[in-house]
């Protein structure tokens, strides 16, 4: 499985866009890439998955390279409630075995 | 919709002893997994399943055991508790195939602390 690297934190304020870089340099041909967010006491939750170019929902948007060694993640307007360890994912789909990085801490300030 | 439930929610054993983390899930997923989480921490995944009768080790096996008879429940079970093993456990299920959305879900965690 391909190994990612991320920011171990950041900082921002509310309103504000905060973008999140993740390298995957080994990224598989098969591999898809997927965020998920920890609060604190809980466990992650799903944001957002993508392969190739840009994805976007409700939450969040996923921008990824034509040559897929990276990705970032953009949060808009973030609040207070926004503060969560953020982590990067690079798996093929359809697979139970997901290794989980250290993490980006987000903290948001008022 | 109940989603992924493990119990208990907080656990204390002494050294030596043994337990079994439950953890079951309704959504009728093939795959499910067992992470631990370490403070400050990411999680480590410990063993996972892709269907009934099938599991397989994951980065930190040592010490755990599980068995999945049924789709719906993975249990995880410490033979002999040590203090290492004092960590926040979680439980996830997910989709074998079909959609492309391939989201793991998560239970809420068990609390282990091994005295």
């Known amino acids: 499985l391909a190994k990612t690297t991320q920011p171990i934190s950041m900082d921002s304020y509310e309103g504000q866009e905060v973008n999140i870089t993740c390298s995957h340099n080994?990224?598989?041909?098969?591999?898809?890439i997927t965020w998920y967010q920890q609060f604190p006491s809980q466990g992650p939750r799903f944001i957002i998955q993508?392969?190739?170019t840009k994805v976007t929902n409700e939450v969040a948007s996923l921008f990824i390279p034509a040559d897929r060694k990276s990705s970032t993640l953009s949060l808009p307007r973030v609040s207070l409630s926004d503060t969560a360890v953020y982590y990067c994912l690079v798996a093929p789909p359809h697979t139970g075995k997901l290794i989980f990085g250290q993490g980006t801490t987000l903290q948001v300030k008022p | 919709n109940a989603g992924v439930t493990q119990t208990p929610k907080f656990q204390v054993l002494k050294t030596g002893q043994s337990m079994t983390l439950q953890c079951a899930q309704d959504?009728?997923?093939?795959?499910m997994s067992w992470y631990r989480q370490d403070p400050g921490m990411g999680l480590r995944l410990i063993h996972y399943?892709?269907?009934?009768?099938?599991?397989d080790q994951g980065e930190v096996p040592n010490g755990y055991n599980v068995s999945r008879s049924t789709t719906e429940d993975f249990p995880l079970r410490l033979l002999s508790a040590a203090p290492s093993q004092t960590s926040v456990y979680f439980c996830?299920?997910?989709?074998?195939?079909?959609?492309?959305?391939?989201?793991?879900?998560f239970g809420q965690g068990t609390r282990l602390t091994v005295v």
């Open positions: 959504m009728n997923h093939e795959y």
């Open positions: 996830a299920s997910s989709y074998r195939s079909g959609a492309l959305n391939t989201e793991a879900f």
């Open positions: 399943s892709v269907g009934a009768g099938i599991t």
């Open positions: 080994n990224i598989a041909t098969n591999d898809y």
């Open positions: 993508g392969y190739k």
